[in-house]
């Protein structure tokens, strides 16, 4: 969401002192402008209805009663026709609400110098007045209608102005500023509302955008890791497994050819035993890598606990596990590469840290997972070249770093020489509902 494309919601001079009824195209519709035009429709004919009633139940001549049921309907067709048969687009048009508000005050001017009742009618003259645009337009034609309905049962806007121009001339300021004011404060509150709730939805728009980049990207990484794993794989068979039958194969050739002398015999297939011993150790070493068998019956925190657990266990080095925040299903992606650099901090704890104790905490913050792994160890220079990878499988820092930033996630180190290390894994917290079906397993 660009904040740029979000238009000002303060009262513009050139706008009207209403908001339309109905919204203009591209708006989203709004439930008040709903209510609103609805209301203002029911309210024109009862305006007009109620006035023409009382005024054929008084007293006066039949001429004068059907003259004014007349004019009324004249006033009905008038009113249907600019709130009814003109479209909505076209009723909020400038010179379109020009016309209706002048009809509407033409026989509303007409109706109350006929009889004091129809000055009910000539109200609904604000409210088209209102419609009216550029803004200073709308004043003006609240102040005709002021002017209009507090005279015209006194012979008329000349003959009051004249007799007591100070008087009539404050009741019009007083009643145009304050029926005004109401109308831009109303318009402004319309317009306020109409932005805020297109804020919203740009908003509603972007964070489902997110979720739909956030899903694009794990596809992504998973896609990158699976090729990284494969060249990985490739390399380690390439250094273990094959070389280890390389070996086993010279071994075998060369006890085929010392048959006669037992002690070299013997020697050589010892040699081919223990180096097939290494070599299924070493395939067992990468089936484990393929697979995080702790989390197939657990759940995360479960399985972290568990893998600190034993740890301890094997190390003798106490290590604290801790959750934080409210524990949620992780995509499967996420949770394997958390478990992996988990056991990766805690193998490198008891490779190098010669530490007393160590802490694994997991910490769920809403759209983000952090893993943290201390220890009170040796600590070392963060700024010194990475350790190449050990000889028993691990990756070091470098391996876990690359473990998180295939799913978008970072990781930071702290550590000096005597005070300890503190590794902090952050990744992106994707629920494991937001995994597409269609997705093969990691």
Sequence with gaps: MRFEDVRDVELDWRGSLMPPAVPQAGDRPVRWHRWFARVEAVLA???LVV???LSALNDQTNGHRITTVLISAGAAVWLALTTFVLSPKLREHPVASAAAFAGVVAFGSVLQSRDAYFIIFMVYGFFAAMRMKPMPVAVLGVGVTSLLINTMTLGGPIHALSVSPGIWGTIVIVQTAAIGGGGALFAAVGRQNQERKR???????????????QRQLLAQAREAGVLDERQRLSQ??????????TGIITQLEAAAQARDATAEWERHLASATQLARENLTAARRSVDALRPEPLDAATLPEALAEVARLWSERTGVPAEFSTTGTAVPLHPE?????LRITQEALSN???HAQAGRAGITLSYMGDEVTLDARDDGVGFD???????PSPEGGHGLPGMRRRAERLAGTLHVESEPGGGTAISARLP????ATLDPTEGAP
Excluded: S
Aim: hydrophobic share 50%; charged share 20%.
């Design 382 to 388: 963060p700024a010194r070249p990475p350790a190449p």
């Design 51 to 53: 006035p023409t009633l």
């Design 349 to 351: 704890v008891a490779r």
């Design 45 to 47: 004919w009862v305006l």
């Design 334 to 338: 996420l949770e394997a590469t958390l």
């Design 429 to 432: 917290a994707i629920p494991a």
């Design 199 to 213: 804020m919203l939805d740009q908003l509603t728009a972007a964070e489902a955008e997110n979720r739909g980049l």
């Design 236 to 245: 380690e068979i390439h250094d273990t497994l094959a070389q280890g039958f």
